[in-house]
């Protein structure tokens, strides 16, 4: 019996052989491709996995003969809930996925092409391009395109207009209106209280008005000082006003002086471009390359001319080349913001700029073929909802740098400010209100309506008419 099985086995590869002699060069390959892809199904099929990656701190590093990073920890979680076992490897041509010149993938979206590897573990950004050609799992972290640059290689922007951040906007705008508020009841009050000097010279005149409100800031008294009741009420909820603003403003002006956080004068990509100062570049065939490469945006477009130009000089091989020119030199690095924050977080001399474009995410990588592919994807859902991947982010992006950094200065808004609007609106309702009581005492001493005191009013102040006082008249009737 064993020695017919094993005339029958001898047969069966005597017949392959000659079919394999008679096939041409295609259905050589074919017939491989097909064995490649019967041992990929059997592995597959007993739960091993191989997996290619690249070194990428903090995602992937070698600590002796072992993996470590955010991809190793993420995938150790994967095959515990998916229960499957696998073994790692580094990709041989050190790149992360890209199609060459004869239009083949090489990198480690090559290998999973080719089938020599099941899955690729590492930052591989999902595009378009990418997607056509393998398959994607759900983004496990997500991230877009940055710039990291050294803060001693960029002028802090100061600015000749400084002085005024210690408030925001709409502080600002609030001062100016209610000056300008202040200024005219004071006026208007003046007008219609009969116990307040009329003089043009020593009377609160419109001009007058808006000199004693500015002399507040100052908090310096200024002449001519008000006599009536209603005007001195104003003149007090002014003072009060102007006192509480210009402390404010000194405490903001020197939290402001006295601040680390600096502002640098790039902090967009326009300002990259505009700035003489920094030549930038990224990885060489990367999906970072390739953004600039294809967008329309003239910005962009101007950006990828840029480098295109000068790819011999600006482009990198690798990420810590990119880092290395970036503490070296006057260089700015673009790529991933992700990886860009690890770098500022552990390198305290170096920062990304403010602005990020082009958002997008990292996945796993998996043939078209690959039936593990939707499970991996529902379990980083799961592992996203249940706060897993927060808890792996916080583990490997940990810095000194970070803390820091934290409680960095701001304008003041209007929210702390908002109770003295609101005593200075109150203030100026009630001298108002003073005012038209005096102006009623009055009408009732001289037995006259308050409508003709305030017309009479009206009329002496802005057609210069004279009105007769009551004491000169009741001398005149003296004998």
Same mark, same amino acid.
């Given at each position: 019996? $064993? ?17 394999? +002699? ?16 019967? $041992? ?15 070194? %990428? ?25 998916? +229960? ?9 041509? +050190? ?6 010149? $004869? ?30 050609? @393998? ?5 496990? !972290?997500?991230?877009?395109?940055? !710039?990291? /640059? ?17 408030? *925001? ?50 908090? %310096? ?8 009741? *209603?005007?001195?009420?104003? &003149? ?6 102007? @006192? ?6 000194? &405490? ?26 920094? &030549? ?8 970072? =390359? ?15 001319? =840029? ?19 970036? %503490?070296?030199?006057? =260089? ?23 602005? /990020? ?17 939707? *499970?991996?994807? /529902? ?7 249940? +706060? ?64 003709? /005191? ?6 002496? %102040? ?11 008249? &009741? ?5």
């Amino acid at each position: 019996m $064993e020695t017919t099985f094993t005339l029958l086995f001898c047969l069966s590869i005597l017949m392959t052989a000659i079919e394999l +002699g008679k096939a041409g060069n295609e259905d050589r390959i074919s017939l491989y491709r097909q064995i490649h892809s019967h $041992e990929r199904a059997k592995r597959q099929a007993g739960n091993h996995l191989t997996v290619t990656t690249i070194l %990428q701190e903090p995602f992937t590093m070698l600590e002796g003969s072992k993996f470590e990073g955010y991809c190793m920890d993420l995938l150790a979680e994967l095959s515990k809930k998916l +229960g499957f076992t696998y073994n790692v490897s580094l990709v041989k041509d +050190g790149r992360y996925g890209q199609l060459d010149q $004869e239009n083949n993938w090489n990198g480690m979206i090559g290998d999973v092409i080719r089938k020599e590897a099941d899955l690729a573990v590492a930052p591989l950004t999902i595009t378009a391009v990418r997607e056509k050609a @393998i398959l994607f799992t759900k983004p496990y !972290i997500q991230t877009g395109i940055g !710039i990291l /640059v050294r803060r001693d290689a960029i002028p802090e922007d100061i600015g000749l207009f400084r002085f005024l951040n210690p408030f *925001s906007k709409e502080i600002w705008i609030g001062a100016l209106a209610a000056f300008l508020v202040t200024c005219l009841c004071l006026f208007l009050v003046a007008r219609v209280s009969p116990y307040e000097s009329q003089e043009e010279e020593t009377g609160l005149t419109l001009l007058n008005s808006l000199w004693y409100g500015t002399g507040a800031f100052t908090l %310096q008294g200024v002449d001519p000082q008000p006599k009536a009741l *209603s005007t001195r009420i104003i &003149a007090v909820v002014w003072w009060l006003f102007t @006192i509480v603003l210009v402390t404010a403003y000194i &405490a903001s002006f020197a939290a402001l002086l006295n601040t680390k956080t600096q502002q640098p004068s790039i902090q967009t990509f326009d300002d990259l471009l505009k700035q003489k100062t920094l &030549a930038f570049g990224t990885l060489r065939e990367s999906s970072t =390359y390739n953004f600039f490469k294809t967008s329309k945006r003239p910005t962009y477009r101007m950006i990828y001319e =840029y480098m295109d130009k000068r790819k011999e000089s600006v482009l990198v091989s690798t990420f810590d080349e990119g880092v290395k020119r970036v %503490q070296e030199s006057n =260089y700015a690095f673009i790529g991933e913001s992700v990886s860009l924050d690890l770098v500022a977080a552990k390198h305290c001399n170096l920062m990304r700029v403010n602005e /990020v474009i082009g958002a997008r995410g990292y996945g796993l990588v998996a043939a078209n073929d690959s039936k593990i592919i939707r *499970s991996l994807s /529902v379990a980083i859902l799961e592992m996203g909802e249940t +706060g897993e991947l927060s808890y792996l982010k916080e583990k490997w992006w940990d810095s000194k740098c970070v803390t820091e950094e934290t409680g960095g200065w701001t304008p003041l808004e209007p929210k702390p400010l908002g109770g003295i609007f609101i005593i200075l609106a109150v203030g100026l309702v009630i001298g108002l209100i003073v005012a038209v009581v005096e102006m009623v005492l009055k009408s009732r001493h001289q037995k006259k309506s308050c409508c003709n /005191v305030f017309s009479e009013e009206l009329t002496r %102040q802005f057609k210069g008419e004279e009105v007769e006082k009551p004491t000169e008249n &009741a001398e005149a009737e003296k004998p």
